[in-house]
């Protein structure tokens, strides 16, 4: 059986550090000084090669860190992931092999904790075996420092349910793509301006694929990075549908430092180097009458619309969608609804008491 080594070099081009400490001891790392990301395609190669392909070393963390998270997409079910800590002294600095949580669409994630807590670089391996089904791809590679437990608190807070829902949007209520209930009682969240995010993960516009990411999403939220729920109020797939992430009235968990009075909607799909996905018309027009609608319900001006990037240290929203905020924020400004339209929004999606602070 042949084997063939992949070594994935990312350019060397000078860069803005996009990609950093996101807050709340979690940090996103990076491989010269971009996102540690990357796709490729297997799907054309030889099954009986045997390929190992290797990311090349992370730079160095800018803290400490124990823990790291890994999500994707895996080529096929005998495929086995690696890491190494080249940094380190202990049994760690040899090659490890990750226990991957994935699903039959091939999307992974992987949670690995170390020994003891240090600043070495990584770097990520695969193995894979067999035919290759799908492109091999690395969405995130995230470390922390601490273990993370998002906590909600204050007094409770009981929504009604609003009969009417905006013109020019396909919603998904949570009930829709069968979330799973939040760990616990949410904290309260009173918006007053709204962050645009990507989800840096698959991009998808078949309902059947949009809804499997969704739940994948909201596994990796929770049982991973420890949160509550989902961390998004809103998710808009390829085709402009949107879906229910958490209430509009529960704080978020989707920018570290900034969640209280902050809305957060993110483009499913990943908008940067080096995926570049672009996204949709549906969806730009689908994103803009959504700011507008919450914009309107909560009296926030769409001037307000921030990128993830202007928060934290981070690429998101990627690139390719962070040079769209502006028109984005002139489309949501035409179509604010007006007040009688807009009132009681933020009745519509939540269905359990929250606790305001």
């Known amino acids: 059986m042949a084997i063939v080594v992949y070594a994935i070099v990312l350019s060397l081009l000078p860069v803005v550090a996009l990609a950093g400490n996101l807050g709340d001891g979690l940090s996103q790392l990076t491989i ?43 080529p096929n079910d005998t495929t086995n992931l690696y890491v190494r800590f080249p940094g380190l002294t202990s049994r760690t ?19 690995f904790t170390m020994e003891q807590a240090g600043r070495s670089p990584i770097n990520v391996r695969f193995v894979v075996r067999g035919k290759p089904l799908r492109d091999l791809i690395i969405y995130s590679v995230e470390t922390v420092n601490e273990t993370i437990s998002e906590k909600g608190g204050g007094r ?30 949410y904290a309260g969240n009173r918006p007053r301006r ?30 991973a990075r420890g949160w509550l729920d989902i961390g998004y109020h809103f998710i808009i797939d390829g085709k ?40 949709s018309v549906e969806q730009l027009e689908s994103v803009a009458r959504l700011i507008a609608w919450v914009s309107g ?12 990037r202007d928060l934290n240290a981070t690429a998101c929203p990627g690139d390719t969608l962070y040079e ?34």
């Open 93 to 111: 600095s040899s090659w490890n092999q990750i226990r991957t949580l994935q699903k039959d669409n091939g999307r992974f994630w992987a949670r």
């Open 240 to 279: 402009g549908r949107t879906f229910e992430g958490r209430p509009s009235g529960a704080r978020g968990a989707h920018a570290a430092g900034h969640n209280t009075g902050n809305i957060g909607i993110a483009l499913m799909g990943y908008y940067h180097e080096p995926i570049n996905n672009r996204a």
């Open 324 to 357: 769209l905020l502006d028109p984005i924020r002139s489309r949501a400004a035409e179509i604010i609804p007006s007040p009688r339209r807009a009132k009681g929004l933020h009745f519509l999606f939540d269905r359990r008491p929250i606790k305001f602070p």
């Open 297 to 308: 319900a909560y009296s926030i001006s769409p001037k307000t619309l921030k990128g993830h």
């Open 32 to 74: 010269n000084n971009k996102p540690l990301a990357m796709s490729i395609s297997l799907t054309a190669q030889d099954q009986d090669e045997l390929k190992i392909i290797e990311t090349g070393e992370s730079d160095p963390p800018e803290q400490s860190y124990q823990e790291i998270f890994i999500q994707g997409t895996m």
């Open 194 to 223: 709204i962050t645009l995010h990507h989800t840096a993960g698959k991009y998808s516009e078949s309902l059947e694929e949009s809804i499997e990411e969704m739940r994948f999403l909201q596994e990796f939220h929770q049982q």
């Open 156 to 185: 409770v807070f009981s929504l009604d349910s609003l009969e009417t829902m905006p013109s020019g949007l396909t919603l998904f209520l949570r009930s829709d793509w069968n979330a799973q209930q939040p760990k616990d009682d």
